[in-house]
């Protein structure tokens, strides 16, 4: 990707996707993280046998928050309404509820908690903005980590033969 000279230095772009044959299914999750003030970009994907795509999506952001080094601006680009809505709008609720939701009038435990858990844990440590984009919709980045977890989970289904 090319330099931005006028881009903050602790500003990065961290794009992210996941992935399932089945749901649940075998999984694969991935991201890409750019730093436009000195154009670099560093990426990665990794696989689950059994999961979700909730789950997917989910870690291909905490994978890619874990990977920072030290506290930054991070506009987290995803396709996933779970992991955008959950952070912007769910998430606040759960954690006034101890981690419950309402469901028919009544609390149920949040899925996937752990992973809300740790993604809340790694969110504290930035300042993140988070935007939606379409799916499959032609966004470079977008349409590189979706190939990026398609492959991770095909190479994990492969090597299992």
Request: net charge positive; aromatic share 6%.
């Amino acid at each position: 990707m090319a330099t931005d000279s006028s881009a903050p230095a602790d500003l990065v772009r961290l794009y992210t996707d996941g992935a399932c044959s089945g749901n649940p299914g075998p999984g694969g999750w991935a991201y890409i993280l750019n730093h436009p003030a000195s154009g670099q970009t560093r990426d990665a994907s990794g696989a689950e046998p059994a999961t979700t795509n909730n789950r997917m999506e989910l870690t291909g952001a905490i994978e890619g928050l874990a990977s920072l080094k030290r506290p930054c601006k991070v506009e987290l680009i995803t396709d996933s309404q779970y992991v955008a809505k959950g952070i912007v709008e769910w998430m606040p609720k759960w954690k006034a509820q101890g981690w419950q939701r309402k469901e028919n009038g009544r609390f149920k435990p949040v899925m996937n908690v752990d992973l809300w858990q740790r993604l809340d844990e790694l969110l504290a440590q930035h300042k993140v903005k988070v935007s939606h984009v379409l799916g499959h919709n032609g966004h470079p980045e977008n349409e590189a980590c979706d190939r990026m977890a398609v492959a991770a989970y095909k190479a994990l289904v492969a090597d299992r033969r």
